[in-house]
């Protein structure tokens, strides 16, 4: 399984960034996928999932009514679009994978190369 994370950069606070995670390697649409986030100094932390299907998704407190993660099963690839950053947004983001199929996973196993979200004026 690949995974591959783009569209990250810089944006100033407020501002909305959307990132991209195109997947390869294995039947997309049978699984959940996460993003998660480290920042710099910190522990890696999720910041929310999609079901298979796209009807449920999950999110961090610190991110929800923010953030939104979608997907397009026709194109193996997993969104996450971010409005009214804060400067505390700032880390590389990855996207991830589980193992098994269909249900929400208690870990994931496969791991994105990072997209670096910088938030600064």
């Known amino acids: 399984v690949q995974l591959q994370a783009s569209g990250g950069g810089l944006v100033q606070p407020g501002g909305s960034l959307r990132l991209s995670c195109a997947a390869s390697?294995?039947?997309?649409?049978?699984?959940?996928m996460g993003w998660f986030r480290q920042a710099p100094g910190k522990e890696r932390e999720f910041v929310g999932s999609?079901?298979?299907?796209?009807?449920?998704?999950y999110y961090a407190d610190s991110v929800k009514g923010r953030f939104t993660i979608s997907r397009d099963n026709a194109k193996s690839t997993v969104y996450l679009q971010m409005n009214s950053l804060k400067p505390e947004d700032t880390a590389v983001y990855y996207c991830?994978?589980?193992?098994?199929?269909?249900?929400?996973?208690?870990?994931?196993?496969?791991w994105g190369q990072g997209t670096l979200v910088t938030v600064s004026s």
């Open positions: 390697g294995r039947i997309f649409s049978m699984y959940f």
């Open positions: 999609i079901s298979w299907s796209g009807g449920s998704t």
């Open positions: 991830a994978a589980p193992k098994t199929p269909w249900g929400q996973p208690s870990e994931y196993d496969y």
